[in-house]
């Protein structure tokens, strides 16, 4: 058989909208991508994918989305947003769906927020697993998943490469949507609490992407993590950076397949 591709999409927010473009690519291109590990809305767009939806039927919903659709005030309270309206939105499209019913094996990371440890969530439901990826601490509530009270998995691992090398591919393409911080304007609590988790990522995060066989990283740094209504720019700027680094992917399953003929075809 050949290369096993394994896909690390990364947090980011709004900027997340990218990595549907990304996916797009890889998908016309015939890149056939095995696994996936997501963190926060790279486990958001990741499930999806796992679970058979449409990408551009993804793209038409990322187009038109506001942040009234997922935003539910719920001051006062351990966070901002108590992502009951996030919630409704990805049971539109999981309907209920465990791990085990996904067409591909995902990975999604959250962090335990009473021992900081990093959490992969490969079983049970998987919007909980979702949301609990995706809860900012300070702007979304906590979610109680496992036993454990999850946050976003932002703070420990934003673009989760080594779980998608331990998922079982040969192949690593890593997608970070992280933001410029020299062009990044903070205009709300959740944007300052968002900027301060990336800050602190930063380096761990460069780090971490040395070990993925291809990292793409999409020109989206200046957008507000908050600018959904942005969607159709974000979609395209993914899809322009996926296109630049099909040379490095096919180049990268080439020298996987010269490496390793056991598991060429």
Not at 21 to 43: K, M, N, R
Not at 156 to 175: I, K, N, Y
Request: net charge neutral; glycine share 10%.
């Amino acid at each position: 058989m050949n290369p096993r591709i394994a896909l690390a999409l990364g947090a980011g927010a709004a900027r997340g909208l990218a990595h549907i473009g990304v996916l797009q690519v890889l998908q016309e291109a015939g890149v056939e991508v095995q696994y996936l590990a997501g963190t926060s809305v790279g486990a958001l767009v990741a499930a999806l994918f796992a679970a058979g939806v449409d990408l551009y039927e993804l793209e038409k919903m990322g187009k038109a989305l506001k942040l009234k659709h997922l935003v539910d005030f719920v001051l006062p309270g351990p966070g901002l947003i108590g992502g009951e309206k996030l919630r409704g939105f990805l049971n539109l499209f999981l309907r209920g769906k465990a791990f085990d019913d996904l067409f591909h094996p995902l990975a999604v990371v959250a962090t335990d927020l009473q021992t900081g440890e990093e959490v992969v969530i490969r079983e049970g439901p998987v919007v909980e697993a979702v949301l609990a990826s995706c809860a900012i601490p300070g702007v979304f509530v906590p979610v109680r998943y496992g036993g454990r009270l999850l946050v976003d998995g932002g703070l420990v691992d934003r673009v989760p490469v080594q779980v998608a090398q331990g998922m079982g591919a040969e192949l690593v393409v890593a997608v970070d949507v992280g933001p410029s911080l020299k062009a990044s304007r903070l205009r709300s609590l959740p944007e300052i609490t968002i900027q301060a988790i990336d800050i602190m990522q930063e380096e761990v995060m460069r780090l971490k992407a040395r070990t993925a066989d291809v990292f793409i990283r999409p020109p989206v740094g200046e957008f507000s993590a908050l600018r959904l209504d942005k969607g159709a720019e974000l979609i395209r700027l993914g899809r322009m950076a996926a296109e630049k680094a099909l040379p490095a992917i096919k180049a990268a399953w080439e020298q996987k397949k010269a490496a390793f003929p056991n598991i060429s075809e």
